[in-house]
């Protein structure tokens, strides 16, 4: 079949290309030109793994190709994805503007029958909205469908997400919609055996938010556990290996650490947050949930001062820019916060990460980074450990002790034995543990 995915981030440019995989002919939008030019030339704007390789050999067997115009991306296909940015708005709301913009743009150039499918993290109801915005810009009368497709891909995996997701929810109003959405997803049905879940729109719409801000509150839960069990001088690692056995629980989202960041459960959480008492309803849970992933990085902020006593000018190591390891995305990451509170105590820092470092120098072009941690600590009075890359866990600790001007870490990730750091004479401080 034929696809237009508009919006080639994270999210358009996996899944686009893995729908060329399964044999799909994708055009993919973008009116970043830049990133157009980047990916025409085979050079990706992300990182990804396995990215690259998939796009390159699709664009040689001609089922992908990339464009600025969407114009020829309305003509192109009778699909088209909208998986653009929804970044939060001033008040939490999500900035839905991009998704306007582009029904816009569609209704101006549609000739022809076209399924319009919202893959961005949407509010509940916008698909109304959709339809109202594209029905009103038409320009001459066209048969349309909305329909909502709600994206589960995580990064760091995304590839592999794309093709094994754990379930496929479509939300539509037509007989057609759902037929054309099962047609396109059936090579990935029959490979991975997932479940495709037709509802309505609202639902598929709240059924993302409602995970997202489930998942978010599993975090929030075991960190706010952790603050427990550092003063009752219980181990949350052991604690969490306890309650994730029971299947009722399970143990994944179960890690005690910085905090949730990235380009989802924050704005996401925020939005639903927003949705409800847009609804009427006050969603303290959620509230809360936030409340302590915010207080999660301000204990953590707080063992910095009192391991260092004064900040200024102390040479602090950070291992970890990216908000997860497997991806180079910094958006709302841990990294951003703690930089910019030692920023303002006048730290000297030090700062790695295996694939996140061009991102993050646009953000901070001033700041020393380097190519390999134990250079990076070298001369630290403190490593502070934001994200949990296996290269961390595989780093040779006695190199690294004799790198450090003074072996202290604080581990916000908790990477390593605390008992086995302090015999081998680390200073070693982590999360939920004694
Ligand atoms: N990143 C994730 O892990 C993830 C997972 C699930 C869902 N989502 C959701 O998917 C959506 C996209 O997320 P992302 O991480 O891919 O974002 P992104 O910022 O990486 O990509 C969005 C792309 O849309 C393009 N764009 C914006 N307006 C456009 C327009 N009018 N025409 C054409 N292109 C336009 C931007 O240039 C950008 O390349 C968001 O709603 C997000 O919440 C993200």
Same mark, same amino acid.
């Given at each position: 079949?034929?696809?237009?995915?508009?919006?080639?981030?994270?999210?358009?440019?996996?899944?686009?290309?893995?729908?060329?995989?399964?044999?799909?002919?994708?055009?993919?939008?973008?009116?970043?030109?830049?990133?157009?030019?980047?990916?025409?030339?085979?050079?990706?704007?992300?990182?990804?793994?396995?990215?690259?390789?998939?796009?390159?050999?699709?664009?040689?067997?001609?089922?992908?190709?990339?464009?600025?115009?969407?114009?020829?991306?309305?003509?192109?296909?009778?699909?088209?994805?909208?998986?653009?940015?929804?970044?939060?708005?001033?008040?939490?709301?999500?900035?839905?503007?991009?998704?306007?913009?582009?029904?816009?743009?569609?209704?101006?150039?549609?000739?022809?029958?076209?399924?319009?499918?919202?893959?961005?993290?949407?509010?509940?109801?916008?698909?109304?909205?959709?339809?109202?915005?594209?029905?009103?810009?038409?320009?001459?009368?066209?048969?349309?469908?909305?329909?909502?497709?709600?994206?589960?891909?995580?990064?760091?995996?995304?590839?592999?997400?794309? %093709?094994?997701?754990? &379930?496929? *929810?479509?939300?539509?109003?037509?007989?057609?919609?759902?037929? +054309? @959405? !099962?047609? #396109?997803?059936?090579?990935?049905?029959?490979?991975?055996?997932?479940?495709?879940?037709?509802?309505?729109?609202?639902?598929?719409?709240?059924?993302?938010?409602?995970?997202?801000?489930?998942?978010?509150?599993?975090?929030?839960?075991?960190?706010?556990?952790?603050?427990?069990?550092?003063?009752?001088?219980?181990?949350?690692?052991?604690?969490?290996?306890?309650?994730?056995?029971?299947?009722?629980?399970?143990?994944?989202?179960?890690?005690?650490?910085?905090?949730?960041?990235?380009?989802?459960?924050?704005?996401?959480?925020?939005?639903?947050?927003?949705?409800?008492?847009?609804?009427?309803?006050? %969603?303290?849970?959620? &509230?809360? *949930?936030?409340?302590?992933?915010?207080?999660?990085?301000?204990? +953590? @902020? !707080?063992? #910095?001062?009192?391991?260092?006593?004064?900040?200024?000018?102390?040479?602090?190591?950070?291992?970890?820019?990216?908000?997860?390891?497997?991806?180079?995305?910094?958006?709302?990451?841990?990294?951003?916060?703690?930089?910019?509170?030692?920023?303002?105590?006048?730290?000297?820092?030090?700062?790695?990460?295996?694939?996140?470092?061009?991102?993050?120098?646009?953000?901070?072009?001033?700041?020393?980074?380097?190519?390999?941690?134990?250079?990076?600590?070298?001369?630290?009075?403190?490593?502070?450990?934001?994200?949990?890359?296996?290269?961390?866990?595989?780093?040779?600790?006695?190199?690294?002790?004799?790198?450090?001007?003074?072996?202290?870490?604080?581990?916000?990730?908790?990477?390593?034995?605390?008992?086995?750091? !302090?015999?081998?004479?680390?200073?070693?401080?982590?999360?939920?543990?004694?």
């Amino acid at each position: 079949m034929k696809i237009t995915m508009v919006g080639a981030g994270y999210v358009g440019l996996v899944t686009g290309t893995c729908f060329a995989e399964i044999g799909h002919n994708v055009l993919c939008v973008d009116n970043d030109a830049r990133k157009i030019e980047m990916l025409t030339k085979r050079r990706m704007p992300i990182y990804e793994e396995g990215l690259e390789d998939l796009v390159i050999r699709n664009m040689d067997k001609e089922r992908l190709r990339f464009t600025t115009s969407i114009k020829e991306g309305t003509e192109f296909a009778e699909v088209i994805f909208i998986a653009v940015g929804t970044p939060p708005g001033y008040h939490g709301e999500p900035n839905l503007s991009y998704v306007e913009q582009v029904g816009r743009q569609v209704a101006a150039h549609m000739t022809d029958y076209r399924l319009l499918v919202e893959k961005s993290t949407v509010p509940v109801n916008t698909g109304i909205q959709l339809k109202r915005t594209v029905s009103k810009y038409l320009r001459e009368k066209v048969d349309f469908d909305v329909a909502s497709n709600p994206e589960f891909l995580r990064e760091g995996s995304a590839v592999h997400d794309a %093709f094994n997701p754990d &379930r496929i *929810v479509v939300g539509v109003e037509s007989e057609r919609a759902a037929r +054309l @959405l !099962r047609e #396109i997803y059936e090579p990935i049905i029959s490979r991975s055996g997932c479940e495709f879940l037709v509802m309505n729109i609202p639902s598929a719409e709240l059924t993302k938010h409602a995970s997202n801000s489930f998942l978010a509150t599993k975090i929030s839960f075991i960190n706010a556990v952790s603050r427990v069990c550092e003063l009752a001088g219980a181990d949350i690692e052991q604690v969490a290996h306890g309650m994730g056995l029971d299947p009722r629980i399970g143990p994944s989202f179960l890690r005690a650490g910085v905090g949730y960041g990235g380009s989802c459960f924050p704005k996401d959480v925020d939005a639903f947050v927003h949705l409800a008492d847009q609804l009427g309803y006050d %969603f303290r849970l959620l &509230r809360e *949930v936030q409340r302590i992933n915010q207080g999660q990085r301000e204990h +953590l @902020l !707080r063992k #910095i001062q009192h391991e260092l006593w004064v900040i200024q000018d102390k040479v602090i190591a950070i291992f970890g820019l990216a908000f997860k390891p497997g991806t180079d995305d910094i958006r709302e990451a841990p990294s951003l916060y703690f930089v910019s509170e030692l920023l303002k105590e006048k730290a000297k820092l030090r700062l790695w990460d295996p694939v996140a470092t061009e991102k993050f120098r646009s953000v901070y072009p001033d700041l020393d980074y380097f190519d390999d941690p134990l250079e990076c600590a070298k001369g630290a009075e403190l490593l502070l450990i934001l994200t949990d890359w296996p290269q961390i866990r595989q780093i040779d600790l006695a190199r690294l002790k004799e790198a450090m001007k003074c072996p202290a870490i604080i581990d916000g990730r908790n990477m390593f034995d605390p008992r086995t750091m !302090r015999e081998m004479g680390f200073d070693y401080s982590c999360v939920g543990r004694p």
